[in-house]
């Protein structure tokens, strides 16, 4: 039973597409986020959600939103895809957020 | 600004040999955690430990140990008898601050490659 599950695994589109990951912890955490390992394996912090209060890392493009329909669950949407946006996204969530982070497997967006 | 340095790329050893991982740490925060994670070639992040800023002793699971020391900012991760399957991307981050929301700083990752 995974903990943290995103979908799908792999995502190929085109530039000026809308796309959405979806994300969902079944671990009882309170916080969940996003994060984006580039092609030199590079991970940087997206976003923070913790009882409906959001944290923006600052060099995120407005075009990434977070959507939380509920605790368990921390979907990305990205608007007008760039070629620069081909990555691995990340899910994760922890107990707190002083916790450690459980990751789910990971998204491979392409963006052609 | 926070920051986490893992200045070794990449490194090669043969089975059985140790391997120690550095990982140096920049923070004005006195509170503060520091974790490390493994990439195997599978892709998935596998949390390996967790340490916060008031606890200093050294910690030791199985081969693996950790040496914390704020007086030099590092958190070095020690692997003993290495093995083929402890092949993968390692990484240090780092976490700051009680309103941080606990967003991490990862390190660029240490390739450990162990060779038969």
């Known amino acids: 039973d995974t903990a943290v599950s995103q979908t799908p695994k792999y995502l190929v589109t085109q530039m000026g597409n809308d796309k959405s990951i979806k994300c969902e912890q079944n671990l009882g955490h309170d916080t969940m986020y996003w994060y984006k390992q580039d092609s030199k394996k590079f991970l940087k912090i997206m976003f923070s959600y913790n009882n409906k209060e959001l944290i923006i890392n600052e060099t995120v493009p407005n075009r990434f939103s977070p959507k939380s329909p509920d605790k368990a669950h921390l979907n990305l949407h990205i608007n007008s895809l760039e070629l620069g946006d081909s990555a691995v996204y990340f899910c994760a969530s922890s107990q707190d957020r002083w916790a450690e982070a459980f990751f789910g497997q990971g998204t491979r967006l392409t963006v052609v | 600004a926070q920051k986490v340095t893992q200045a070794q790329t990449e490194i090669s050893v043969v089975e059985k040999e140790d391997v120690t991982l550095d990982c140096v740490y920049e923070?004005?925060?006195?509170?503060?955690?520091l974790f490390w994670y493994k990439q195997p070639p599978s892709g998935e992040l596998v949390f390996l430990i967790r340490?916060?800023?008031?606890?200093?002793q050294n910690e030791i699971s199985g081969r693996y140990s950790w040496n914390f020391q704020k007086s030099t900012s590092s958190f070095n991760f020690t692997i003993t008898a290495s093995q083929v399957v402890d092949s993968a991307v390692y990484f240090c981050a780092l976490s700051e601050g009680v309103n941080a929301g606990n967003m991490l700083t990862f390190g660029g990752g240490t390739r450990l490659m162990v060779k038969p």
């Open positions: 923070t004005r925060d006195t509170t503060y955690y």
């Open positions: 340490r916060n800023s008031f606890d200093e």
